[in-house]
Every structure is written in structure tokens, then in C-alpha cells.
T-cell receptor
Framework: QKEVEQDPGPLSVPEGAIVSLNCTYS??????FMWYRQYSRKGPELLMY????GNKEDGRFTAQVDKSSKYISLFIRDSQPSDSATYLC?????????????FGKGTKLTVNP | ETGVTQSPTHLIKTRGQQVTLRCSSQ?????VSWYQQALGQGPQFIFQ???????GRGNFPPRFSGLQFPNYSSELNVNALELDDSALYLC???????????????FGPGTRLTVT
């Protein structure tokens, strides 16, 4: 079983839709959870960073963590064509240092105007 | 503030050859991590350098090696290239310890390596 599982999609939605992206994980040591956005031919950029169960909101983006179920989600409200990208979940047992960041495969999202 | 830069952008090598990829970290950052991203996959951690020392390594063979220089820039060297080494190689710089509760790694645009 992979440490982090993410449905690769692809996902295609109309502009204005609510998008739900999900990852499950098996390693209960993971404490820090991130969502990255990667545009074509670019490096990933950090969208959301959480280190506790519950919800965290930033504009149109909400990150949700459920440690008891080992499940994290990213919701995008009022999706825009500029949100079209690959979304990667990532997690780590510690805040940084020598512990590696483990990524999901990524979900490719297309928002159609 | 200059972001993370990587060179070259693209590279084509033959199986068995050696390659060196370069990364300039963001100003003020002291840590560089390298990742391999195969097509359609998430990035996989190769290793991290902190203050010129290797500080953690993923599941990659010894033919993947690196260096970090006093200015915190870094190199990734891969010997005896294999076809499976074809991927996007990403470096990410960060500041440790982080000045805020959010520990962020800033990624460069990557080097696309093709091994034929």
C-alpha cells in the first residue's frame, strides 16, 4: 500500500463549480499536511499548509484534515479557468528538517469557461 | 527577492552517461531539497542538504549524489544514467528553522532530463 493515495483524475468542471480533491494516507506519523498547485512546465507552489485536524480557509480554498480517518481534502469554491492545474497533496511527520515530504500522484483539474 | 532557479531547463543524455544539475536557492534560504518527478507522478524526495551537509535521503541509489556550496546553491549528480532516470528534477529551497509556523519549500521550475 502506498503511503499517500490520490485520485489522479483528470477532473473537468465548468467555471463556478465547487471542486473537491482528496487524499488518503496510511502512515499515522504524518502530522503536517500541504496542498501544492503545479501549472504545466512549472514547479509546485504551496497553496495550503495545516498541522491539525479540522478546516483551514484561505479565500476560495478550504483544506480539511481528518486524522482519525487519515483523509485530507481541498475544496475550491467558485472555480476559475486560472485554477486549471495539477493539485498535489503532500505530508510529513515533522515540520521540516530531515524528514521527507511525501507527495500524492496529483490530480489534474481543468476548469472550463 | 530572487526565486529558485535551475539549470539547464532541458537535457538529453545517453544511457550510461553522467549528468550534473544545478540549483540556486532563494535568497536567505539555507536548505535545499531535490525531488524526482516522473511523468504523471508526484515528486519523490531524493535528498536534502542543510548547511552543506546531506540531511536526509530518500530511496535512491548512491549513484545519485549532491553538493551544497557555501552560498547554499546546490548540485545534483547522477552517474551511470538509466532510462528510468528520465524525469523532471525539482529543487526546493527553504529556511530552517522557519521564521513562521508554516514551513514552506519554494520550488524551482525544474530540469527536464531525457535519457535515451
Amino acid at each position: 500500500q502506498k503511503e499517500v493515495e490520490q485520485d489522479p483524475g483528470p477532473l473537468s468542471v465548468p467555471e463556478g463549480a465547487i471542486v473537491s480533491l482528496n487524499c488518503t494516507y496510511s502512515n499515522s506519523a504524518f502530522q503536517y499536511f500541504m496542498w501544492y498547485r503545479q501549472y504545466s512546465r512549472k514547479g509546485p507552489e504551496l497553496l495550503m499548509y495545516t498541522y491539525s485536524s479540522g478546516n483551514k480557509e484561505d479565500g476560495r480554498f478550504t483544506a480539511q484534515v481528518d486524522k482519525s480517518s487519515k483523509y485530507i481534502s481541498l475544496f475550491i469554491r467558485d472555480s476559475q479557468p486560472s485554477d486549471s492545474a495539477t493539485y498535489l497533496c503532500a505530508m510529513s511527520p515533522t515540520q521540516g528538517g530531515s524528514e521527507k515530504l511525501v507527495f500524492g500522484k496529483g490530480t489534474k483539474l481543468t476548469v472550463n469557461p | 527577492e530572487t526565486g529558485v532557479t535551475q539549470s539547464p531547463t532541458h537535457l538529453i543524455k545517453t544511457r550510461g552517461q553522467q549528468v550534473t544539475l544545478r540549483c540556486s536557492s532563494q535568497s536567505g534560504h539555507n536548505t535545499v531539497s531535490w525531488y524526482q518527478q516522473a511523468l504523471g507522478q508526484g515528486p519523490q524526495f531524493i535528498f536534502q542538504y542543510y548547511r552543506e551537509e546531506e540531511n536526509g535521503r530518500g530511496n535512491f541509489p548512491p549513484r545519485f549524489s549532491g553538493l551544497q556550496f557555501p552560498n547554499y546553491s546546490s548540485e545534483l549528480n547522477v552517474n551511470a544514467l538509466e532510462l528510468d532516470d528520465s524525469a523532471l528534477y525539482l529543487c526546493a529551497s527553504s529556511l530552517w528553522p522557519p521564521p513562521t509556523p508554516t514551513y514552506e519549500q519554494y520550488f524551482g521550475p525544474g530540469t527536464r532530463l531525457t535519457v535515451t
